[in-house]
């Protein structure tokens, strides 16, 4: 798995968010309620994210279900208390979503040989051996 994106955040009064990785915005949809927009789209549908909030008593649920379902390029959930089950803002809430996909792929073409070919993990040596990639 790859960790896509993360973000730290404070949920209370107006959200800010503190630190994140691939997230190009946060939305406050009502106590306790969030979405995730991300900068670069997940491939589908199918990624997973974990999550944690600052009090002892509140956890991270998922609320891409029945109206909010999931889409590549963002993610609701919501902050929850143990006792209760209702939501809550928090001041320290952080979540990472993971997809089981190698990050960064692009397409390169060898400019001598005019091989073309799908890099995944960065090397680039086509089969004559030829060290003329370039980005397509």
């Given amino acids: 798995k790859t ?3 993360w973000i730290n955040f404070n949920g209370t009064g107006t959200v800010a968010i503190r630190d994140s990785f691939n997230v190009a915005s946060l939305t406050d949809n009502g106590t306790g309620d969030y979405t995730i927009t991300f900068s670069q789209a997940f491939s589908n549908i199918n990624y997973c994210y ?4 600052g009090n002892d008593d509140h956890f991270i649920s998922s609320r ?4 909010f379902p999931p889409t590549t390029t963002t993610s609701r959930m919501a902050s929850v208390q143990y006792n209760g089950g209702g939501k809550s803002d928090d001041n320290l809430i952080s979540v990472i979503n993971y997809e089981n996909h190698i990050q960064n792929t692009r397409k390169y073409s060898c400019n001598y040989c005019t091989i073309t070919k799908l890099d995944r993990h960065n090397g ?3 089969t004559n051996n030829c060290s003329n990639w370039i980005e397509i």
């Fill in 3 to 5: 960790c896509k994106a």
């Fill in 124 to 126: 680039r040596t086509c």
């Fill in 64 to 67: 891409n279900y029945g109206s």
């Fill in 50 to 53: 974990a999550g944690c909030a």
